[in-house]
């Protein structure tokens, strides 16, 4: 079990930016795949990004492509999503997810079905 807690997010202005972090503990060995979702009231979830820990491959979104990073630590138990460019329509609570799934493919997917380990999330609102 990975137990994993975001941090990092809070009230922009459109074009601003946020880095929002998730701290790991636990069982973190066991992690292959690292990924970030977003959930807006009234809407579905939605993978963010995601990267596949032990070839560093990265993946995101196509809303997001070019404005979001995500990377992991020096340390290897933190996980980050640098936000920029913000717009009204990242306005979601966020939330770190983690999975001992071996494929990088289904890594690249980032559906949150494949991933077994949540944090309780972090809201991100951007507005003017």
């Known amino acids: 079990l990975v137990y994993l807690v975001e941090s990092g997010g809070g009230s922009v202005q459109p074009g601003g930016s946020l880095r929002l972090s998730c701290a790991a503990s636990g069982d973190t060995s066991s992690s292959r795949c690292m990924g970030w979702f977003r959930q807006a009231p009234g809407k579905e979830r939605e993978g963010v990004a995601s990267i596949y820990l032990a070839l560093g491959h990265t993946f995101y979104a196509d809303s997001v492509k070019g404005r979001f990073t995500i990377s992991q630590g020096d340390a290897k138990n933190t996980l980050y999503l640098q936000m920029n460019d913000l717009r009204p329509e990242d306005t979601a609570m966020y939330y770190c997810?983690?999975?001992?799934?071996?494929?990088?493919?289904?890594?690249?997917?980032?559906?949150?079905?494949?991933?077994?380990?949540w944090g309780q999330g972090t809201q991100v609102t951007v507005s003017a």
């Open positions: 997810a983690s999975t001992s799934g071996n494929d990088w493919v289904r890594c690249g997917l980032t559906r949150g079905e494949d991933f077994g380990d």
